[in-house]
């Protein structure tokens, strides 16, 4: 038997290991904080938030990346509100219409999660064959189809797994009440799982948009606003990756600012999205 000093020094063992594994990832997200503040933070100005590019703006002349702003924000929240109406469907047919240990379920359940570990060069080659059968052009409704393919996963696992921590008593009263299936997925279940539904379309979000490679070739790259579905539209990665690609300093900083407004759109949703499930869990029956 162990003795109660190996004890003692077993769980301090433990403690520092977890104290350290949280104050890795403390830091790593303040050393990027850090780098996007000092490095994008003096190119950052009105103009560039408000303008789009101009003739040779990628040479460190005037513009700004307004354009990369509204085509980020249409590609991601398009793209999630694709993937949020597809995975809904998914996780509700999952949880009430599908026996949990069938192996139909296990079979989609590891589908999904083979998926969401697919890289996003692969969701973008496919993207971009697809647009080839379909014989369109690169443009925003590519773009969107795209990464709501790359969300999907995330958004039905999440989906299903929060689900899952609504009490089982409360699906039964809802059909000792005579509801149908349907009924209580869209009156019961849907109701007390929104404060999670919530978080999840944030993870979605966030992956959409700040993914670059799903949406290289089927989004395409323009320097003007969004315009049309079947029109090429800019993002905010491929912003940055053009700009830190160019050997002018000036035009390098831009890119970090590009970087920097990306994480402030992120951290405003996030904020957001917290203020919503705080409203929203005031109805779920705990």
Sequence with gaps: ??????????????LGLMIGAMALVIGSLLLILATVL????????LAMLTQVPKGGYYLGKEGGILNAIAG????????????????LGVALYLQLFV???????????????????????????????????????????GGIITLALLELPVMVRGMEEVMRMVPFGLKEA?????????ETAL???????????????????????GDAASVLFTAGYTDRMPGSLLRPVASLP???????????PEVQQRAYAAALVLVVIILVISLVTRLVVRCLSRYVVR
């Design 187 to 209: 009156r019961v279940l849907v109701r007390q799982v929104a404060p999670g539904v919530v978080t999840v379309l944030l993870l979605a979000f966030g992956r959409g948009i």
């Design 238 to 248: 491929l912003a940055v990756f053009f700009q830190l690609g160019t050997p002018l």
């Design 99 to 141: 026996r949990q240990s069938s192996r139909f379920a296990h079979l989609v359940r590891l589908s999904l999660d083979v998926l969401w570990g697919v890289p996003s060069i692969v969701y973008g080659a496919f993207g971009f064959t697809l647009l080839l059968l379909l014989k369109m052009r690169a443009s925003l409704l």
């Design 174 to 182: 809802s059909y000792a009440l005579g509801a149908t299936r349907l």
């Design 38 to 45: 000092v490095k994008g933070l003096p190119a950052l100005n």
């Design 1 to 14: 038997m162990r003795t109660s000093r190996g004890k003692h020094l077993e769980e301090r063992l433990v």
């Design 72 to 87: 980020s924000l249409a590609l991601a929240g398009g793209a999630t509100a694709l993937s949020f109406v597809l995975g």
